[in-house]
């Protein structure tokens, strides 16, 4: 009786470093994250790090003195918020294939853990067997 005790704390423990191995990976992945935009005229080029922060921010040409200072600012912005978009796509990229289904982040930034973890855990009941071990598909068919 100790034996597949035994085994399935041996396939558990296996299952668990080869999750360790994924999630290592995917942190490195996301530690070379990188965003780039180019504003559409191809004046400004900006570039962020994974985490947003401005890494670099280019002005090609001389064109840019020509533009009233608000006008600049505002290609700069708008650039620069088009690459931390980029980013944190490739961010939620690396991370593809770690978190359970329902459980995903989202890439617009606004990124609720509780009700992320709720719908998941709604998701799961749903699929659960019943305490007669009747599961809600067959409850539907027989019902």
Do not use: H, W
Not at 66 to 84: D, K
Request: proline share 5%; glycine share 10%.
């Amino acid at each position: 009786m100790s034996e597949p005790m035994e085994f399935d704390m041996q396939q558990a423990i296996a299952e668990l470093r080869a999750e360790q191995v994924r999630i290592q990976a995917a942190g490195e992945r996301m530690t070379k994250v990188t965003g780039t935009a180019t504003s559409k005229d191809r004046m400004v080029t900006a570039t962020v790090d994974g985490q947003g922060r401005l890494t670099g921010l280019r002005l090609a040409g001389t064109r840019y003195r020509g533009l009233a200072p608000a006008e600049l600012c505002t290609r700069i912005v708008s650039t620069v918020r088009a690459a931390q978009e980029d980013a944190a796509r490739e961010t939620a990229s690396a991370l593809t294939g770690l978190l359970p289904p329902g459980l995903g982040v989202p890439v617009d930034g606004d990124f609720d853990l509780d009700a992320m973890f709720d719908a998941a855990v709604s998701a799961a009941m749903a699929s659960a067997p019943d305490a007669n071990g009747t599961s809600p598909e067959g409850a539907d068919r027989d019902g």
